[in-house]
């Protein structure tokens, strides 16, 4: 095992063809997945890794500098795909990571074939013209109350994330990864605490791609722990290139980058976007 392997604590699974890499979000590790993982075991070479800081990682290899911005954990991903000699990969950010993946993909973009983007967002202040979810007081008083007390405000913090009460197993399991701390295509929930679901039409709006959009009735920040079974599918069936129409969805048309009509499912919840690898702008 290299030394990038070994910081991130990197885990290589299943025997299909192609590779398929899961990355969490804020507060969270690799564990998050565990619910998807099964289903993928078949068809993918499932890629699980922990980003620096997270619980389980060493902290003698945090670099404060490093990670001030996205691009040290764009880099480290980077890092990861070369030392496991990726030629090309789906891949699956959740949260902060769906970020972190596309500004990867910007800098080498042979290394993705798609991306999947759940509950991610580009921005979580709010600007002239853009919501984002917090006023800046929102944020410096979330800040403060981490540094004050962080074991209480992870207690706060989780079941609002979450969308569920302590006793969630969903919620509990946020708690402890979150307290161990040191598109292609975009998920989003109907609730979500950090991602408003204009911010997924933001993304709609200004990522110049064909697009899909589905219906996904999940509470919550972290869906893939408490809406299990509205997930995998989704994450199945957009590794695949395919999404299933839901019945609460309506046809919709549209134009993407090159100007041709499309169709894509339209909601008031989610949206899923789509690109292939040939078709990302540039």
């Not at 690799?30 to 800081?53: E, T």
């Not at 981490?146 to 197993?169: E, Q, R, T």
């Not at 791609?209 to 893939?224: A, F, K, R, W």
Request: aromatic residues 8%; charged residues 20%.
């Amino acid at each position: 095992m290299g030394i990038v392997e070994e910081a991130h604590n990197v885990r290589v699974l299943g025997t299909g063809g192609k590779t398929i890499v899961l990355a969490h979000g804020f507060g969270t590790d690799q564990s998050v997945w565990k619910h998807l993982v099964p289903h993928l075991l078949n068809d993918y070479r499932v890629i699980l890794f922990d980003n620096m800081g997270s619980g389980p990682t060493n902290p003698d290899y945090f670099d404060f500098d490093r990670y001030t911005t996205l691009e040290g954990y764009a880099y480290d991903l980077l890092a990861i795909l070369e030392e496991l000699q990726v030629q090309s990969c789906i891949y699956v950010g959740h949260s902060v990571s769906g970020i972190i993946g596309v500004l990867a993909s910007i800098s080498r973009p042979d290394l993705f074939s798609k991306l999947v983007l759940l509950a991610a967002s580009p921005r979580y202040l709010n600007d002239v013209d853009y919501y984002g979810g917090f006023e800046q007081d929102e944020l410096d008083q979330l800040f403060d109350a981490m540094k004050s007390n962080y074991k209480a405000w992870c207690s706060g913090f989780a079941p609002l994330a979450v969308g569920g009460d302590m006793d969630s197993i969903a919620v509990q399991e946020f708690s402890r990864t979150l307290f161990n701390m040191r598109p292609d295509i975009a998920l989003s929930s109907s609730k979500d605490l950090a991602v408003p679901v204009v911010v997924p039409e933001y993304l709609h709006r200004n990522i110049t791609s064909d697009t899909i959009v589905e219906v996904m009735p999940s509470d919550g920040h972290l869906p893939q722990l408490s809406s299990p079974d509205i997930v995998i599918p989704s994450e199945v069936h957009s590794s695949h290139g395919i999404v299933k129409n839901n019945s609460n969805s309506s046809r919709c048309s549209g134009s993407g980058a090159s100007g041709h009509d499309h169709l894509y499912d339209c909601c008031e919840i989610g949206t899923i976007k789509l690109w292939d690898s040939s078709e990302r702008p540039h």
